[in-house]
């Protein structure tokens, strides 16, 4: 069974729920804590499940797609899958500098070419050649095209 512990700020996703049979420990965000702290608060009965219908039974996995379905299609997206958005999120940590090591943890890989797989290549990556600019090998990919005497062409 999957857990919410407020007092560490941490969601503990079970074993048999993880692919890799190891259970996986999330710290919550401001705004995961503060949807999690909204739903308990409107709760009724006694459960122990956070998001719940208007009975107090716990949703499917099936309601939570058809309700994912009905969330693109009123904004307007074709062709995304509740599982894309880990691709996305792959890729806003590689475009925000994540070390590929931390990139690897946090999407719960145990081989980083996993994460390399789930990370796609954007334009705003092209910022890593500022950071490396003037510093080892980027010396010489600032320099390329240089025909000044005595410089790398």
Same mark, same amino acid.
Request: proline fraction near 3%.
């Given at each position: 069974?999957?857990?919410?512990?407020?007092?560490?700020?941490?969601?503990?996703?079970? !074993?048999? $729920?993880?692919?890799?049979? =190891?259970?996986?420990?999330?710290?919550?965000? /401001?705004?995961?804590? &503060? #949807?999690?702290? *909204?739903?308990?608060?409107?709760?009724?009965?006694?459960?122990?499940?956070?998001?719940?219908?208007?009975?107090?039974?716990?949703?499917?996995?099936?309601?939570?797609?058809?309700?994912?379905?009905? !969330?693109? $299609?009123?904004?307007?997206? =074709?062709?995304?899958?509740?599982?894309?958005? /880990?691709?996305?999120? &792959? #890729?806003?940590? *590689?475009?925000?500098?994540?070390?590929?090591?931390?990139?690897?943890?946090?999407?719960?890989?145990?081989?980083?070419?996993?994460?390399?797989?789930?990370?796609?290549?954007?334009?705003?990556?092209?910022?890593?050649?500022?950071?490396?600019?003037?510093?080892?090998?980027?010396?010489?990919?600032?320099?390329?095209?240089? #025909?000044?005497?005595?410089?790398?062409?």
């Amino acid at each position: 069974m999957n857990e919410v512990i407020l007092s560490r700020n941490v969601i503990v996703i079970s !074993a048999e $729920k993880m692919k890799s049979k =190891k259970p996986s420990v999330k710290k919550m965000t /401001k705004l995961a804590r &503060a #949807t999690i702290e *909204a739903a308990i608060s409107k709760r009724t009965g006694s459960t122990n499940f956070i998001f719940v219908d208007d009975k107090g039974e716990p949703y499917s996995e099936n309601r939570v797609s058809v309700a994912f379905g009905r !969330a693109c $299609k009123a904004a307007k997206i =074709k062709d995304l899958r509740f599982h894309d958005l /880990k691709h996305d999120f &792959a #890729t806003l940590l *590689a475009e925000s500098d994540v070390e590929s090591f931390k990139r690897q943890h946090l999407l719960d890989h145990s081989d980083p070419r996993m994460s390399g797989k789930y990370t796609h290549w954007s334009p705003s990556m092209l910022n890593a050649i500022v950071a490396i600019e003037g510093k080892g090998i980027g010396t010489i990919l600032s320099q390329e095209g240089n #025909t000044e005497e005595g410089q790398p062409t």
